[in-house]
């Protein structure tokens, strides 16, 4: 936005929640930001048809920035995010993770909910924690490589880290190395 970026956001859930249209103005970033900060309103989340309908969305070319869980499975985030590539749209994944996700540290038998389909399991983490963590390595495996695939940058995140500082990281480590979308999908197009 420094450079003179306008800069725009959409929020969803089950469908698409709200939109603030790509703008450069004073103001603009801050009200951004503060609707990063809102709680989600939603119960499920509509990745794979989201990830579908962003093309329609942006028809100017330039850099799309996801941020999500991305515990979709991989068949549906592929067709998504081959959609992505095939807009032309400089991509960038960010995964934000619970670190009870990405370790799995819950020592006793415990009752879970899933929020975003309702269905309710009792599980023992001492016979569920190696089935999981093969999963779940499985899965951030192949979703890393589909983003190389499609030349799209990943970064991983937990939720003890504040996305705002890792958006201002990437930002201005992208404009220190002097690399913008358009040299980005040059590059992905030879």
């Not at 725009?8 to 801050?30: C, D, I, K, V, Y």
């Not at 807009?87 to 670190?99: E, H, K, M, R, W």
């Not at 970064?155 to 705002?164: D, R, V």
């Not at 480590?173 to 992905?188: D, F, P």
């Amino acid at each position: 936005m420094g450079q003179g970026d306008a800069v725009g956001l959409t929020t969803f859930h089950e469908s698409m929640a709200e939109q603030l249209p790509a703008r450069n103005r004073p103001g603009h970033l801050r009200r951004l930001m503060l609707m990063l900060e809102e709680d989600c309103q939603g119960e499920a989340t509509g990745l794979a048809g989201m990830l579908d309908k962003i093309p329609q969305l942006i028809r100017k070319r330039g850099m799309v920035v996801v941020i999500s869980d991305f515990l979709v499975p991989m068949e549906e985030l592929k067709d998504g995010l081959r959609q992505l590539h095939a807009s032309g749209q400089d991509v960038v994944l960010f995964q934000v993770l619970d670190p009870a996700e990405l370790e799995f540290t819950f020592d006793r038998a415990t009752h879970f909910k899933d929020v975003e389909t309702g269905q309710e399991f009792f599980i023992d983490p001492n016979s569920a924690r190696k089935g999981y963590l093969e999963r779940f390595s499985a899965h951030q495996l192949a979703l890393r490589e589909t983003a190389s695939a499609y030349g799209m940058e990943y970064f991983s995140l937990n939720t003890s880290e504040h996305l705002e500082g890792a958006l201002w990281q990437f930002v201005n480590r992208r404009q220190s190395a002097g690399v913008s979308a358009r040299t980005r999908r040059a590059r992905n197009v030879r």
